[in-house]
């Protein structure tokens, strides 16, 4: 029923800049929380940004802080990852996830998502 649709991802020189978009469809209410993870290859999947859509709590990963800017438009009820100087190890899948719930757990967390995305693999090259 929910349907998250990832965009955007794609190669990148060193120092560039992406733009990744999530479209959440398949309710009829907004989302409580959608965030960003990202997977490189042998390693675990990583939070990168959040945000909780009542009163637009933002978090971020410390490595992403600065670089990244998340932000959402909820008529659409899509989520952007704005990515500027990027970097060899930002190189990942960029998955979108999102929860209709609420639950104590941190937007940080991979366990508080419901949802996620099928990924699209950002590429920055040096």
């Known amino acids: 029923q929910v349907q998250l649709v990832e965009s955007g991802g794609g190669l990148v020189q060193a120092g560039g800049s992406l733009r990744l978009s999530c479209a959440a469809s398949?309710?009829?209410?907004?989302?409580?929380?959608m965030g960003w993870f990202r997977q490189a290859p042998g390693k675990e999947r990583e939070f990168v940004a959040a945000?909780?859509?009542?009163?637009?709590?933002?978090y971020y990963a410390d490595s992403v802080k600065g670089r990244f800017t998340i932000s959402r438009d909820n008529a659409k009820n899509t989520m952007y990852l704005q990515m500027n100087s990027l970097k060899p190890e930002d190189t990942a899948v960029y998955y979108c996830?999102?929860?209709?719930?609420?639950?104590?757990?941190?937007?940080?967390?991979?366990?508080?998502?419901?949802?996620w995305g099928q990924g699209t693999q950002v590429t920055a090259s040096s």
């Open positions: 996830a999102s929860t209709w719930t609420y639950s104590s757990r941190s937007p940080t967390s991979t366990r508080r998502y419901d949802h």
């Open positions: 398949g309710r009829s209410y907004s989302p409580y929380a």
């Open positions: 945000i909780v859509w009542s009163g637009g709590t933002l």
